[in-house]
T-cell receptor
Framework: KNEVEQSPQNLTAQEGEFITINCSYSVGISALHWLQQHPGGGIVSLFMLSSGKKKHGRLIATINIQEKHSSLHITASHPRDSAVYICAVGDISSGDKLTFGTGTRLAVRP | GAVVSQHPSRVICKSGTSVKIECRSLDFQATTMFWYRQFPKQSLMLMATSNEGSKATYEQGVEKDKFLINHASLTLSTLTVTSAHPEDSSFYIC????????????FGPGTRLLVL
């Protein structure tokens, strides 16, 4: 079973700051997902990646397969970015089943 | 982008009653849907994997007779919590895999269940 660790668990930032959230996993994966969960609970898929780097607006996700590590970056952070960010991995042996990290709770202050 | 809906978004019921939650893929066909449960301040936990036209596969510790899953079509899966108890109160989330897009999962907005 894959172990997924995220850091930090909690993060407070000032509006405009550059934010990095990290995710490490223990075994080979088929894909890694970054998800955003707002206080109401609904989950939004931000990225799915298996190599390299993806960018969408102010969000950037990178993955290093050799080091089993991924980062989610938020540039020019805004209070509306306040949410829980969750890393989830699908490992090769379990097909599409995802293993989730415990999440990083981000609060961006104006 | 691909959209997954859940209904209802919120439900309150009395202990002992059954509650049905629907998960629909709105603009794609989903051969596989996943049901998750999330307790407060905890991570999502997979309950079961639902494949269209076949029986669901339940994770260890999840009672299949209590959490009935039906995946009768390529766009709809239902989770029925039978004889609900207060400890079943949780946030239930489904995700769906687009049959044409490998490894992708699209998440529904979730259903908050409160059993009194």
């Amino acid at each position: 079973k894959n172990e997924v660790e995220q850091s930090p668990q909690n993060l407070t930032a000032q509006e405009g700051e550059f934010i990095t959230i990290n995710c490490s996993y223990s075994v080979g994966i088929s894909a890694l997902h970054w998800l955003q969960q707002h206080p109401g609970g609904g989950i939004v898929s931000l990225f799915m990646l298996s190599s390299g780097k993806k960018k969408h607006g102010r969000l950037i996700a990178t993955i290093n397969i050799q080091e089993k590590h991924s980062s989610l970056h938020i540039t020019a952070s805004h209070p509306r970015d306040s949410a829980v960010y969750i890393c989830a991995v699908g490992d090769i042996s379990s097909g599409d089943k995802l293993t989730f990290g415990t999440g990083t709770r981000l609060a961006v202050r104006p | 982008g691909a959209v997954v809906s859940q209904h209802p978004s919120r439900v309150i019921c009395k202990s002992g009653t059954s509650v049905k939650i629907e998960c629909r893929s709105l603009d794609f066909q989903a051969t596989t849907m996943f049901w998750y449960r999330q307790f407060p301040k905890q991570s999502l936990m997979l309950m079961a994997t639902s494949n269209e036209g076949s029986k669901a596969t339940y994770e260890q510790g999840v009672e299949k007779d209590k959490f009935l899953i039906n995946h009768a079509s390529l766009t709809l899966s239902t989770l029925t919590v039978t004889s609900a108890h207060p400890e079943d109160s949780s946030f239930y989330i489904c995700s769906a895999r687009d049959r044409g897009v490998k490894e992708t999962q699209y998440f529904g907005p979730g259903t908050r269940l409160l059993v009194l």
